[in-house]
């Protein structure tokens, strides 16, 4: 099978990458330039996870914290890792995230009397995870399977019959 090669520039620099490298291995060959860690890039200015593979000729700028929209990815990723530290440490449990507050974010929880060590079980739960090194994995999903698992995690269809 013959690797095929495709052109991506970066910061107006041409290099020449295999076709299906993803955005993570690009970074680490040729870009050094963020003072910042790296979240996500522009891909012909739409922005894409650092998993996306790249298959045809592309511009390619990196996002980092310093951005808004890094800093927006960043706190995505970090509320994720709250919902998934909650879920293993209280199961069967729900989370409700329910808007930003200042440089915050504000939530319910059906745990009842949930005190400070409750929230440092779960934050050191999160650390564990942190440590762990698991990469978010995006995984399609249809839009009919979307609704269905929205609607009975919230309790508003039954899976019983």
Known sequence: ????????????????????STLEQIKNDFYSDSKSIVVAAYV??????????????????FIDL??????????????????????????????????????????ECSVRGLDENGVKIIEAR??????????FEKRPCPPKRQSNFLLTRTGLISTER
């Open 1 to 20: 099978m013959e690797n095929k090669s495709i052109t991506v520039t970066i910061d107006g620099k041409k290099y020449s990458v295999t076709k299906g």
């Open 44 to 61: 012909n200015n739409e922005i894409r996870e650092l998993t996306y593979a790249v298959t045809e000729d592309c511009n390619i700028t």
């Open 66 to 107: 310093s951005t808004a929209d890094g800093a927006r990815i960043y706190e995505r990723s970090l509320t994720f890792l709250l919902v998934k530290a909650f879920h293993d440490i209280f199961p069967g449990e729900s989370l409700e995230i329910c808007h930003s507050v200042s440089k915050g974010l504000f939530f």
């Open 126 to 135: 999160m650390r564990e995870l942190v440590n762990m090194d698991l990469p």
